[in-house]
Every structure is written in C-alpha cells, then in structure tokens.
C-alpha cells in the first residue's frame, strides 16, 4: 500500500538508474468497447517499450479520467500487463505500480496483488478519508492525515493477511503474481488473452451461471431484510444506557470467568533451595529412608 506523496515521488524517480514510466489506463467514451481492447494492447505495448527503454517501474494509472474518457478496470489492466510481460519474459524486469481510484476493499487488493501488482496507491479512497475527516465523520477523535492513512492501510494489510492465512500462503511473495482466483462468468477467449493462467469457474452454461447469480443475490437481499427487522445485527448502532449496561456486565462476567479459571485450586510448592556455587553443605548427606515391607508380603529372591 502506497500513499500519495509517495507515489508522486515514485512517479518522478529518476535516481542511480531507477526510472518510472507512466501508462495511462484510460480509453474516450467514443470509441465504446473497441477503444477497451484497444487500450489494453496499448498497456502492453507500452510495456514493452518501458522495458526496452531502461525503465524499472511501470505506473498505471488511471488519474486521466474525466467526462470524455472512462477508465480501463484497474484488475483488468494489471492482469493484462502482467500476463503479456510473463508470456514474453520481462516480468522480472519491471515492476507493476498501480494508482487506481477503484481499489478500496480487501478483495480489490488481494486480486490486484494476485494478478502481478507490486504497489497499490488507492488515491481516491484516502481522498474520501480525508474528506470524511474534515466533515468529522470519522469519530469523536480526531487524527491526523498520517495517522488516519496508517489506520486504513493496517486495516486493509490484516484482512489481506486473513486471506493468506486462509490459502495456507505465510509470504506476499508467494501470493503475489499467483493467480489463485476462479473467473466466474467470462468467456474462454478472455481469459486466454487477458487473464493468462487463471481457471474458469466450472459454470456450464449461462442458465446455470444466472442461478448461482440469483442464489447470492436472494442471500444478500435476506441478510439485508434480516439486519433491517432485527436491531441487534444492524452495524454501527448507536450506544445507549441499556445497551451499555449490558455490555459492562458481560465484561465483567467475562473478566470473572477469566479469573476464576486461571486461579490454582491448591498451594503452590515452595520453591526448591539452591546452593550458591562453591559454597558447601552443612550437615551429613541426605539418604532416601528405608521402606518397611509389609508382614504378609514375601520378598522374592
């Protein structure tokens, strides 16, 4: 995850042969889904010259957007410029930045880092935080930019650790660049030409991809009724006295429970007496005392 400045900085490096180039990962509104693949071989092509120029980083970025041109999906981008750089062999000689106003949410990041990305700049959710900031929505403390960029960064860095863990991957290294996504409901020539190596899910025909479709769709719209008719699972709800109440009193059976289990139910041993090094023992040496045999036992010989 990189902020801003940082990536305005990484965008102007020109330092001990480490040079950025910039791709534009917008397309005009005119040209419709021709000007999609059109950008897209574009991405590649200017990949190819960066590499062929001596670039070491690549930052694509999608900051061009306005009302006559719309951007190229930021995962779609990545992927594409990922995949062309392994099928020709330059991966290892460039890196993928990506400054994308799209990326916000857990999954966006692990997809982004699943598909080839190197850094992650997503400008206009730190934007958005920092308005939300400035409208004091964001608590009754306020924090600083640097503080409230770091939260959100560590937010999103633990869920992407959540992910991992639950893959069996302990390295980014090892999830980066690894495809470990199923593409649900894109044709067969699209994955082969944009997304190199991922897997199709195992959908066979369009009837049964809108079910599963509509399955998710009446899932979430039950879990919305539910949260809309039951108080207790709306998120965010605000603290009354009761509520507060009662949520001291669990703490404190809780903090009980707590401490009666890790209390000891007999007297600790007393701790064993140590003779310091070269002083020397009083007394005669200890024996184990002699065990009396009972009068109806017979010792065998």
């Given at each position: 995850?990189?902020?801003?400045?940082?990536?305005?900085?990484?965008?102007?490096?020109?330092?001990?042969?480490?040079r950025?180039?910039?791709?534009?990962?917008?397309?005009?509104?005119?040209?419709?889904?021709?000007?999609?693949?059109?950008?897209?071989?574009?991405?590649?092509?200017?990949?190819?010259?960066?590499?062929?120029?001596?670039?070491?980083?690549?930052?694509?970025?999608?900051?061009?957007?306005s009302a006559?041109?719309?951007?190229?999906?930021?995962?779609?981008?990545?992927?594409?410029?990922h995949?062309?750089?392994?099928?020709?062999?330059?991966?290892?000689?460039?890196?993928?930045m990506?400054?994308?106003?799209?990326?916000?949410?857990?999954?966006?990041?692990?997809?982004?880092?699943?598909?080839?990305?190197?850094?992650?700049?997503?400008?206009?959710?730190i934007?958005?935080?920092?308005a939300?900031?400035?409208?004091?929505?964001?608590?009754?403390?306020?924090?600083?930019?640097?503080?409230?960029?770091?939260?959100?960064?560590?937010?999103?860095?633990d869920?992407?650790?959540?992910?991992?863990?639950?893959?069996?991957?302990?390295?980014?290294?090892?999830?980066?660049?690894?495809?470990?996504?199923?593409?649900?409901?894109?044709?067969?020539?699209?994955?082969g030409?944009w997304?190199?190596?991922?897997s199709?899910?195992?959908?066979?025909?369009?009837?049964?991809?809108?079910?599963?479709?509509?399955?998710?769709?009446?899932?979430?719209?039950?879990?919305?009724?539910?949260?809309?008719t039951?108080?207790?699972l709306?998120?965010?709800?605000?603290?009354?006295?009761?509520?507060?109440?009662?949520?001291?009193?669990?703490?404190?059976?809780?903090?009980?429970?707590?401490?009666?289990?890790?209390?000891?139910?007999?007297?600790?041993?007393?701790?064993?007496?140590?003779?310091?090094?070269?002083?020397?023992?009083?007394?005669?040496?200890?024996?184990?005392?002699?065990?009396?045999?009972?009068?109806?036992?017979?010792?065998?010989?």
């Amino acid at each position: 995850m990189v902020d801003v400045p940082a990536m305005d900085a990484i965008k102007k490096m020109d330092h001990r042969g480490w040079r950025t180039k910039t791709v534009d990962a917008t397309f005009p509104v005119s040209e419709g889904p021709a000007g999609l693949e059109a950008a897209l071989d574009r991405i590649c092509a200017e990949a190819d010259n960066a590499v062929a120029e001596g670039y070491s980083v690549v930052v694509l970025s999608d900051r061009g957007v306005s009302a006559d041109r719309v951007a190229v999906p930021t995962l779609l981008s990545v992927a594409t410029a990922h995949s062309h750089l392994v099928r020709t062999m330059q991966r290892t000689q460039l890196a993928l930045m990506v400054e994308s106003g799209e990326a916000r949410e857990v999954h966006h990041f692990c997809t982004l880092v699943g598909y080839g990305a190197d850094g992650i700049c997503p400008y206009l959710a730190i934007e958005t935080l920092e308005a939300l900031q400035a409208e004091g929505r964001t608590g009754a403390k306020p924090f600083e930019r640097e503080e409230l960029v770091a939260r959100y960064f560590k937010s999103a860095g633990d869920g992407m650790l959540k992910v991992m863990a639950k893959m069996g991957i302990s390295t980014l290294a090892s999830y980066k660049g690894a495809q470990i996504f199923e593409a649900l409901g894109l044709n067969a020539d699209v994955i082969g030409k944009w997304y190199f190596g991922a897997s199709l899910a195992p959908v066979k025909s369009s009837e049964q991809l809108r079910q599963v479709v509509d399955v998710d769709a009446a899932e979430a719209k039950r879990s919305l009724r539910r949260c809309v008719t039951d108080p207790s699972l709306r998120p965010h709800r605000p603290f009354d006295d009761e509520t507060l109440t009662a949520s001291t009193a669990r703490t404190r059976t809780a903090a009980a429970r707590a401490a009666h289990a890790t209390r000891r139910r007999w007297p600790p041993r007393p701790a064993p007496t140590r003779t310091p090094f070269g002083a020397e023992k009083k007394g005669p040496p200890t024996r184990m005392p002699r065990q009396e045999t009972s009068p109806d036992r017979k010792s065998v010989v």
